[in-house]
């Protein structure tokens, strides 16, 4: 078994990718709900910066459970779930 790391350049190679932050968080969301082309997804692929991917699918989760946390305080605190 070979410790050499892809042809291709590797993590270094993937983060130096110059994809915007924002369609990092577009790709995101969309991976979020769940809904993406194949097409769509080897662009993102080929593209996006696997630190900001990172970056982006954290806050992304925080800011979901934070909805979630808030709905449920608005809804019991309203007496909608009584």
Known sequence: MSSE???DG????????????????R??????LGIRRGKGYEEDVSQLNPVHVVIAGIVGAILFV?????????????????
């Open 5 to 7: 790391g892809p042809p």
């Open 66 to 82: 934070l909805t979630l946390v808030l709905l449920v305080k608005w809804m019991i605190g309203s007496g909608v779930a009584s």
């Open 27 to 32: 790709a995101v969301a969309w991976s979020f």
């Open 10 to 25: 590797g993590l270094r190679a993937a983060a130096s990718r110059k994809g915007s932050f924002l369609g990092t968080v």
